[in-house]
């Protein structure tokens, strides 16, 4: 019998791929900046706070700015990326996603959305999919960045499970460390060379059963 009650589930990557709108948002922010971040250095950005993100590209771009201009940096690639996400189809909806919360629901297991994201439920409001989950933590609720559990350990709380209890799917490494960090199980959703650190890796949900599950 599988320990698991509760599956918690990051939302960029997991999901659906909000990614490539970070992405192109960040890309936008460097291009007027005056130069340019590529895929590879966009890996950096995955699965941390905004502020977070935004130190890192900096950091790429040799800029230096004080707070309040970086406040206002931040502000700009946000409201690129809502533009964005507020165009988002049910379509993008990952594949095996809908059935497989269907049978973790059917299963009477718990779940929840543990995301870094502050445009956590405009996105999952564009997908038609907030009913589907039990909890929903962002970056509005939990303000400490992945690899810190925070995300995670309040999502059980608010499921009323312990987090030896609860697995986590996570696609990025920081998200991974988070939730062995909260002492969670951890699905790694991607590349095992990447997730290495999770209990096991698969490429997408549609590769996922129950069974995978009994921990």
């Known amino acids: ?41 966009n890996e950096q950005l995955k699965g941390i706070s905004r502020m977070a993100s935004l130190d890192i590209l900096l950091g790429i771009g040799k800029k230096v700015f004080d707070d309040g201009e970086k406040q206002a940096l931040a502000s ?6 809502r533009e964005y996400i507020q165009q988002m189809e049910p379509d993008e909806i990952f594949p095996g996603v809908i059935e497989y919360l269907n049978a973790v629901k059917g299963h009477g297991m718990k779940t929840a959305i543990g995301s870094a ?21 962002d970056g509005n609720k939990a303000k400490k960045a992945k690899p810190d559990p925070e995300v995670f350990v309040k999502a059980a709380i608010e499921l009323g499970i312990a987090p030896q209890n609860c697995v986590v799917f996570e ?40 069974a995978m599950l009994d921990f």
């Open 1 to 41: 019998m599988s320990k698991i009650k509760a599956c918690i589930f990051d939302l960029d990557g997991v999901i659906v791929d909000t990614a490539k709108y970070h992405y192109l948002a960040w890309k936008r922010l460097a291009n007027e900046m005056g130069f340019d971040l590529t895929v590879e250095q």
């Open 76 to 81: 700009k690639k946000n409201t690129w990326y």
């Open 117 to 137: 994201s502050k445009n956590a439920m405009t996105i999952l409001e564009q997908l038609g999919i907030v009913d589907y989950f039990d909890s929903i933590i």
């Open 171 to 210: 696609d990025a490494k920081a998200g991974v460390e988070a939730a062995k960090n909260g002492g969670m199980y951890c699905v790694g959703v991607g590349s095992p060379e990447i997730l290495g650190m999770a209990d096991i890796v698969v490429s997408g949900l549609h590769e996922m059963n129950i």
